[in-house]
């Protein structure tokens, strides 16, 4: 079931000045419930635009956005109540932060939906659990932590408000492997915890094939891609052409088929590409020619 | 994106206004402020009305983009001329009600020092902001009071901290509305409620912006100091400033245009406004 619709959605800035812009072109998008969905395209593609038009940051020029079931523009003073359904980390969340504690800083949301003190406390422990920040930290200042933590504490903030939508601008930007890793995989467990929808846009290949359930590619603030890991990496040519990428492993395996090696380019993660290269030696133990090209 | 910032706002066109040397534009404005406040001719008036006019048209800067920058002031314009109608009590009275007097004098007072302040502002964003980048600006500033220098007085570091804050204006708009959507996406309100809750609104976003400016700053100095920058002593510059025939007839004509004014107020009184 599709939680978040878009129906013909333009969005143009500066409208009517000589710094005309359009950044969404008649975009049409279902958003599925439960799954994690990537949005990828290069640098001015139109992702943050359309990620912001998602709880109503800003106001689409043409077209509606349909989010559970509301036009969420159809009443302009209630578009506040959005937000505490979509949460949104922007981009380089960690420059948000301003309460005295961490702890403050993650109630902020929750405070402002109105909750009482007791929800509140829960809520606190329980993301900054999800997100890796220990009791310790949590009665520090924001302004002590490193940049990594920060984010964290960032995202903690927004996962506080339990919305049912989770928005991610390049949650992993700028981060090491580590932290990468940290990230996204708390991100996916509380997903798979709380059943929250989640998108996250992502300049990241590898990082889209690792933890998404579906993938949406925009070029030039239009709707390229849309569909499975699988639907859209098999388009590498498509996606080459608009200034795009598959994961590095399946350049490799592409390469490898070139040089005449048999095996499924279907293949998007490290473990999968191990797996298929095992299973080919298992079989070419009796077809040997092919051993030779390994 | 969200944000029009009016100030520094460089029309870019090819026009002699454009190619004048900053200094020599800097003078000019000078000499008309003073100019506009000494005339009192209505002949002086009209000549300076006449200038300003036909400097707009040799800019090529569109009217339209004059007039949007003259928008944000109606307010003060028209709060000054109004006190000026209520606070004069010369001339004969026209119009009396409560504790409120309108004198002939008054209303022509007004009209008056309404159409000064258009006049000044208009020449000198014309001049200084709409034909003048900042940093030409900010250049041009530091050559003319360069003597200064003899008195001890740090008239380098005064130019490079206004060309440095020009420079970030429009990054710190840019920054204030990604924080306010930020505190937005988490349920902040700044629309509604009292004063106080109002002012209580913004510490989530004036915290950050104050941090993220202070690191802004650490960060552009050290990139500063990468680049070996060490003060204004010794620098040489890839634009000189230089005068060319152009700028002689600007400097000579901004001359006239003080002493005609002075001239005609003395010699050709048809009607004094005081």
Request: aromatic residues 8%.
């Amino acid at each position: 079931m599709s939680i978040i619709e878009l129906k013909d959605v333009s969005f143009i800035y500066g409208k009517k000045t000589p710094y005309e812009i359009k950044a969404l072109d008649n975009v049409s998008l279902n958003i599925e419930e439960n799954l994690i969905t990537g949005l990828i395209g290069h640098t001015g593609s139109g992702k943050s635009t359309l990620v912001q038009l998602l709880n109503g940051l800003l106001k689409p020029s043409h077209g509606t956005v349909i989010v559970d079931g509301e036009d969420i523009w159809k009443k302009p003073k209630k578009i506040a109540k959005i937000r505490y359904k979509v949460g949104m980390v922007m981009q380089y969340p960690e420059y948000q932060l301003f309460a005295d504690t961490v702890k403050d800083d993650i109630a902020y949301g929750p405070k402002n939906m109105g909750l009482d003190a007791e929800e509140i406390e829960k809520r606190v422990q329980k993301s900054a659990e999800f997100c890796g920040i220990d009791k310790e930290t949590l009665s520090k200042s924001p302004f002590d932590l490193s940049g990594g933590q920060k984010r964290r504490v960032a995202l903690a903030g927004v996962m506080a408000m339990n919305p049912k939508i989770l928005v991610l601008d390049e949650p992993a930007a700028g981060l090491d492997p580590k932290g990468r890793r940290e990230i996204l995989g708390g991100i996916k467990r509380y997903r798979e915890e709380s059943g929250t929808t989640v998108i996250i846009v992502s300049h990241s290949m590898e990082d889209m094939a690792m933890y998404c359930d579906r993938v949406v590619v925009m070029s030039n603030s239009k709707l390229l891609l849309d569909g499975t890991c699988k639907e859209v990496f098999s388009k590498h040519q498509l996606l080459k052409e608009n200034g795009l990428d598959v994961p590095e492993i399946t350049n490799l395996v592409l390469k490898l088929n070139e040089l005449g090696v048999n095996i499924p380019s279907d293949v998007y993660t490290v473990e999968d590409a191990v797996k298929a290269i095992v299973d080919l030696k298992a079989t070419s133990n009796k077809a040997k020619e092919v051993e030779d090209v390994i | 994106m969200s944000f029009d910032v009016s100030l520094g706002q460089y029309y870019e066109a090819k026009s002699p206004i454009h190619k004048l040397d900053p200094r020599t534009k800097l003078f000019f404005v000078i000499m008309f402020m003073i100019a506009t406040f000494v005339a009192h001719e209505v002949v002086a008036f009209a000549a300076l009305l006449a200038i300003v006019l036909i400097s707009i048209i040799i800019s090529r800067v569109p009217l339209r983009v004059i007039f949007k920058g003259l928008k944000a002031l109606v307010v003060v314009v028209i709060f000054t001329a109004a006190l000026n109608v209520f606070w004069t009590t010369e001339g004969t009275l026209l119009w009396e009600w409560w504790i409120i007097h309108i004198y002939d004098k008054g209303l022509i007072n007004a009209g008056i020092l309404a159409l000064r302040i258009v006049m000044l502002l208009t020449c000198t964003t014309l001049y200084l902001s709409y034909t003048t980048t900042p940093i030409e600006l900010t250049d041009g500033i530091e050559t003319a009071l360069a003597p200064l220098k003899k008195i001890k007085l740090p008239i380098h570091e005064f130019a490079m901290l206004m060309t440095i804050a020009l420079r970030f204006i429009p990054t710190l708009t840019d920054e204030t509305s990604k924080i306010m959507n930020a505190q937005k996406s988490r349920g902040a309100d700044f629309s509604s409620g009292g004063l106080i809750k109002r002012a209580k609104a913004l510490i989530p976003i004036i915290i950050p912006l104050f941090v993220s400016s202070f690191r802004r700053a650490d960060e552009l100095a050290t990139a500063m100091e990468c680049r070996c920058y060490r003060g204004g002593d010794g620098r040489t510059r890839m634009k000189k400033l230089k005068f060319k025939v152009l700028d002689i007839f600007g400097l000579l004509f901004s001359l006239a245009l003080l002493a005609g004014v002075i001239l005609i107020n003395i010699y050709v009184p048809i009607y004094s406004i005081r």
